[in-house]
């Protein structure tokens, strides 16, 4: 009996740690996340970048046309500037837990990929990002950003959407423009608008 009562001591005691550092991290995350080379760093920070592009940070040469253009894309854009793109919203949904956000289950970006189509295959899309932290910002804003509420919103429009430009390396090897042909594509560039930073329906 005593042994069962020190094995429930430890698991409360344990369960009471774990949500205390999650809730601690869900305040506290670091722009950087967790990262363990200043290469990573830079790559997080700029997932989760939080200033609002000025007019004078969009490239007018962005459109979701010339984002989608096949061949080599690696340097075709700047991660300095800003874009705005209009397509149809195929899909939106959840990304898996990573080490931008510090790992944190609840603190998830939302995938939305768009398309010149609303049949397009997934290899014909373009991968924009909204991070917990811009949904923060938009929350504090009036503006429900969550997935229920831009599944509901946006699904099957003709949007706009705006924000930084971001080249995610992890993916070059599963996106068309710089792994042609490779059979498990599911994307067209790597290239993403990450973090969005406005959005609206067009129609």
Request: charged share 25%; net charge positive.
């Amino acid at each position: 009996m005593a042994r069962q009562r020190h094995i429930i001591a430890f698991l409360v005691l344990t369960a009471v740690v774990i949500i205390t550092a999650l809730v601690v991290l869900k305040r506290h995350c670091p722009q950087q996340g967790i990262a363990f080379s200043r290469e990573m760093r830079e790559f997080h920070r700029l997932k989760n970048r939080t200033a609002l592009p000025q007019q004078a940070d969009f490239d007018e040469k962005v459109t979701l046309l010339s984002i989608l253009q096949p061949g080599g894309d690696s340097v075709r854009w700047s991660t300095s500037r800003a874009g705005r793109l209009e397509g149809y919203v195929v899909s939106i949904g959840k990304a898996g837990i990573e080490l931008t956000n510090c790992y944190l289950p609840c603190s998830r970006d939302i995938h939305i990929n768009l398309a010149l189509r609303p049949d397009a295959q997934s290899r014909e899309q373009a991968v924009l990002e909204i991070t917990p932290r811009m949904a923060d910002w938009a929350k504090d804003q009036g503006r429900d950003w969550s997935e229920v509420a831009l599944k509901q919103r946006l699904l099957g429009h003709w949007c706009y959407f705006e924000g930084w430009l971001f080249f995610d390396w992890t993916h070059v090897g599963e996106a068309e423009n710089t792994a042609p042909a490779r059979q498990g594509n599911w994307r067209a560039t790597a290239w993403e608008i990450h973090p969005v930073t406005n959005f609206g329906v067009i129609r």
